[in-house]
């Protein structure tokens, strides 16, 4: 199937028509979630010989990007499970069968999320300031609070990982396993009230002894940056699919730009239409070379991904930026499309004022730009001298 066949037109229309009433009532997108649900887009990761789409991450990158030309906060929090199951698909094309079971649940209609942000954790995946206190029989025991917990009304496992202080002989251990719903000792609180992406409700998520029995814990790693498969397969999936979202919202805002022109008259140039006034095609042109440089970046990491293509160290740099790219291209688009489109964008209502809102998220998702710009620096040039 193609992204075409996958999120037909109108499908696609019946998402966007809904996107501005789920921002504007700060509402959970349960309408979109279920019709996507129904058409299969939950599984795109799935092998199809357990049903799903057997796509891979470039086929899954540009079906988000269409998603997200209609509604960006659903593509955002869709983006949570496709992350995990693209986890694990990337794992499995590798020869790592530890994440086979999320592809057999996600097959059974399991609804994956991620916690695993946490406020003022800087080091992201490499430490956590989450508690995970071994039990006895191989269980762990987690305490801590994960902020920006996107399907927070709809997931059925959630995807968390703390330390384990004492682990690897008191150097302290990582540890990563899945909740389900029904798991006691977490709590989600109902603060999302955002500037954008409202719909996905992306609550934090108190764990208060949260237990993650051993046949759930899924991987146990170094505290650090680590060589582990799996450091590798969150940021290849997060990154991408993150950077496809954006690169999704940047496309629909030239769309709604350039129509906004050619409809928009001069009043001091006798009614002839803004399509004819030399500084508005010259911020056009701008905002479309900015997004034409961007599609291919897209495709080829993804792409590449895909083909086991062995970047080395390289890997990371190439990912990181890839997601800043995105972001902030979609950031500068958003902003000349609103440029050329006169005072009617700044109402409420108005599509491009919600995809302003909604581009600045970006730059909040990991790796942001000062963590970007180091690990990129590092990769060419090496790590600052002590």
Same mark, same amino acid.
Request: proline residues 5%; aromatic residues 10%.
């Given at each position: ?8 037109? /109108? ?24 019709? +996507?649900?129904?058409?299969? #887009? ?10 799903? +789409? ?42 790592? =069968? ?59 496992? !959630? ?14 251990? +990582? ?50 940056? *680590? ?15 993150? /950077? ?11 769309? &709604?730009? &350039? ?6 008259? *001069? ?5 002839? =239409? ?25 495709? *080829?990491? /993804? ?15 190439? !990912? ?5 790219? /995105? ?13 050329? =489109?006169?005072?009617?964008? #700044? ?8 995809? #302003? ?13 000062? =963590? ?8 060419? +040039? ?5």
């Amino acid at each position: 199937m193609t992204p075409e066949e996958v999120l037909p037109h /109108a499908l696609l229309e019946q998402i966007r028509g809904r996107a501005a009433g789920y921002d504007r009532e700060n509402a959970f997108f349960h309408e979109d979630l279920a019709e +996507l649900v129904e058409a299969g #887009y939950l599984k795109m990761f799935v092998p199809a010989d357990d049903g799903g +789409l057997g796509f891979g991450l470039e086929a899954a990158a540009q079906c988000q990007r269409r998603l997200a030309t209609a509604a960006p906060a659903t593509a955002l929090a869709v983006n949570m499970h496709l992350v995990w199951t693209g986890v694990a698909h990337v794992l499995k094309a590798r020869g790592d =069968s530890s994440l086979d079971f999320v592809l057999k649940e996600a097959a059974k209609g399991e609804i994956f999320a991620f916690g695993n942000s946490e406020a003022g954790n800087d080091s992201v995946l490499f430490d956590s300031r989450t508690t995970a206190m071994p039990l006895p029989g191989g269980g762990y025991s987690f305490t801590g609070t994960k902020i920006f917990t996107s399907l927070s009304p709809a997931w059925t496992r !959630l995807g968390i990982f703390g330390k384990d202080p004492d682990g690897r002989d008191g150097e302290g251990e +990582l540890v990563h396993g899945f909740i389900t719903r029904e798991t006691p000792g977490y709590r989600i609180v109902d603060d999302w009230d955002t500037l954008g992406m409202r719909a996905s409700q992306s609550n934090t998520t108190i764990l208060d002894g949260a237990t993650v029995p051993p046949e759930r814990i899924f991987r146990r790693i170094p505290v650090g940056p *680590s060589r582990d498969p799996l450091i590798f397969a969150i940021f290849a999936c997060f990154e991408t699919l993150l /950077a496809a979202v954006y690169t999704g919202l940047g496309e629909r805002a030239l769309a &709604v730009g &350039v129509d906004t022109v050619k409809r928009r008259t *001069s009043f001091k140039n006798n009614g002839r =239409s803004y399509a004819q006034d030399p500084d508005i095609r010259w911020k056009v042109a701008a905002a479309a070379m900015a997004m034409d440089s961007l599609y291919p970046q897209l495709a *080829s990491v /993804a792409a590449e991904v895909d083909g086991l293509v062995d970047h080395g160290p390289q890997w990371f740099p190439k !990912l990181v930026g890839l997601k800043v790219n /995105a972001t902030e291209t979609a950031r500068r688009v958003v902003d000349l499309a609103i440029r050329v =489109s006169g005072g009617s964008s #700044y109402f409420r209502g108005s599509e491009l004022e919600r995809l #302003y809102r909604d581009v600045l998220a970006g730059m909040f998702h990991p790796s942001d730009d000062e =963590s970007a710009h180091n690990t990129v620096a590092n990769a060419w +040039l090496g790590p600052l001298e002590g």
